[in-house]
């Protein structure tokens, strides 16, 4: 039995990893006293089995029971994921995608009944929703939203449940809503993911951290909350990322993670902080991450280091390799260059670190011509690239508040802009605000974009063209940024890992046996 229950999963990718937001949101409320147990799979578990732990760790004493819905998608058995794919003619991302729920991952009938076993537990136990999918609203019955960076709102909401202290919220028709901006955080740079005994981690498992939040990269193409921030900001203090490191070295003899800032390598004085802060440590780590190309290349000294301090695997966003198209989003896009730097770096790095690169098609001035120039050079010998991602590009549309509602409630002071369509919450990227300039003549408003040289559709033709091409074996590879640690925790080597392809029917197989013990084994240990 636990005062606060949450839910979590990162369901539709192969092998298994954690998602940081609800841990770290367990870690602050830890912090102030309360018992917190994280229930993982949540979007794996069939209904039966949500009611069984329930039944087990809800009771008179919950407080809320809180659902981290951010990155799970729809819910899939076991049997139906591996169908999927079976298939072989789509991405992981795309996987993802067709998966993706606006908020819960089951279906209507099964939340309500999930909502209902709760009720049954303690009439009393509140309903709440965090992470990304939280601005959607879209479900009936929940309590309270939590929307953008939640560590002071949910202690906030935690000590008004228990003690009737006083809280902000904003009383809507689709439930209270609590903002960080009126529950701002700015202690990032001392905070700590905290694992706790009753996390159930599994013996040499790869988890997530965070060693900044946000990017100072204002891509033209991207919405990301913090976006265009400063060195330095929301960037942990040495020390603190030291001492979460040794303390779980010291607990539980974690060595290995995934670090899921947005941009880890953004500038050559992020890199000498990071290699500073790794370097003292009195044992060696290794980590994947997601980075930024251009640094590497112009400071190619620090290539080698990168690998020294524990890059393992890391993925790139190139996004283009059309010149023109480079210059409208923020990115390098000269072909040459991306070429000549990603050999340099397969040649120095070899098979030490898994490189991937990820391509989106449909973006300002981006051709169907320059489009399968990328592929031809993809598709060749001369690619030195261990993973490949490519997706169409996604116009993004943030769920709104009608407008109206602004004369019933202080919006703006809770954080929410108004646009054409409504209070958003969420950041828009530059071509949601000013697509003419990037020569989008639709998809702001409406279901599908169209550019001057391409639609929404032509860009699905594009991607499923180059999914069913047999060539560039790398598309369908396991060592990429968003899998490798996943594989690990299902007890693949590194060296191992660069052979692993999800169209090898062999290897689906046994991944997919893996995980479903792994999942067995967690939850025995929960009920």
Known sequence: MAEIVIFSDINASLGHSRYAGAYRIASELREKGFDVQVIDFFASFDLSTIVSLLETHVDRSTLFVGFSATIWTKYKSDEELYQDYMRNDRSIPNIIIDGMTPVFPHPEDQVKHIFSTIHKKNPKTKIVVGGFKATNYKT?????????QGEKSIVALANHLKHGTSLKALETDKGKLITDKMYPYSKFSQSKIV??????????????????RGCIYKCSFCAFNLNGKKFGDYTKLKRTFQEELITNYENFGLTEYMIVDDTLIDSRQKFEFLYETLSELPFNITFSAYSRLEPLLSNPDIIPLMRDIGLRSVEFGIESMNKKTGQYIGKLGDRNKIADGLNLLKSIWKDDVY???????????????????????LYSNNNPLDGIQ?????????????????????LESAGF??????????????????????????????SKWKNINMTQDEAMDLENEFYTNPNARQKHSASTFVLYNRMRNIGYAHHEIGKLYHDDNDFLKEAFRRRANLKQEYLNKLL
Request: aromatic share 18%; net charge negative; no cysteine.
């Open 140 to 148: 009936s019955d929940v309590d309270y939203w939590i929307l953008g």
């Open 195 to 212: 694992w706790h005994e009753n996390d159930f981690l599994f013996p040499g498992e790869n988890v997530p951290i965070e060693f900044a």
């Open 355 to 377: 490189m991937a690169a990820g391509y989106i098609i449909g973006l300002p001035f981006e051709t169907k011509q320059s489009m399968r120039e990328t592929f031809d050079w």
């Open 390 to 410: 490519m997706t169409k590009f996604w116009m993004e549309r943030p769920p709104f508040l009608p407008a109206e509602l602004g004369d019933r409630y202080d």
């Open 417 to 446: 802009n108004l646009t054409p369509r409504g209070w958003v919450y969420e950041n828009v990227s530059k071509i949601h605000n000013n697509p003419e300039y990037y020569g989008f003549t639709q998809g702001v408003v409406e």
